[in-house]
């Protein structure tokens, strides 16, 4: 039931769950990302990106209780979804008609 309650929240629904380590994550991917830019821009990026994220570290650090349980039931129950989708060997996709979701064994998805 869960994991159907999960999935009709749709495709495009993002957990509220964040990982022990997300804010270093960010910061690699952001560092990762900044050489992409233009040169004249990059210094500035990484300034304000560094900002951002130590904002976003001293909210993290004043509020000890981040993830909620509700929150670490749905990474839990994702992780259940994802677990019988890769032992069935299928996916989820939207589908081609209507604001659906449906799921297809992978040999049968074609784009």
Excluded at 7 to 31: H, Q, R
Excluded at 39 to 45: G, N, R, S
Aim: hydrophobic share 30%.
């Amino acid at each position: 039931m869960e994991e159907l309650n999960l999935l009709n929240k749709g495709l495009k629904y993002n957990s509220s769950y964040k990982n022990k380590n997300w804010i270093k994550t960010l910061a690699l991917k952001t560092e990762t990302a900044i050489p992409q830019l233009p040169a004249h821009e990059q210094d500035y990026v990484r300034i304000q990106a560094a900002h951002n994220i130590k904002q976003l570290h001293k909210q993290k650090s004043s509020n000890k209780q981040y993830n909620s349980n509700q929150a670490k039931n749905e990474y839990h129950t994702l992780n259940q979804i994802k677990a019988k989708l890769a032992s069935k060997k299928a996916t989820v996709s939207k589908a081609d008609k209507g604001n659906s979701t449906v799921i297809l064994y992978i040999e049968d998805y074609s784009t």
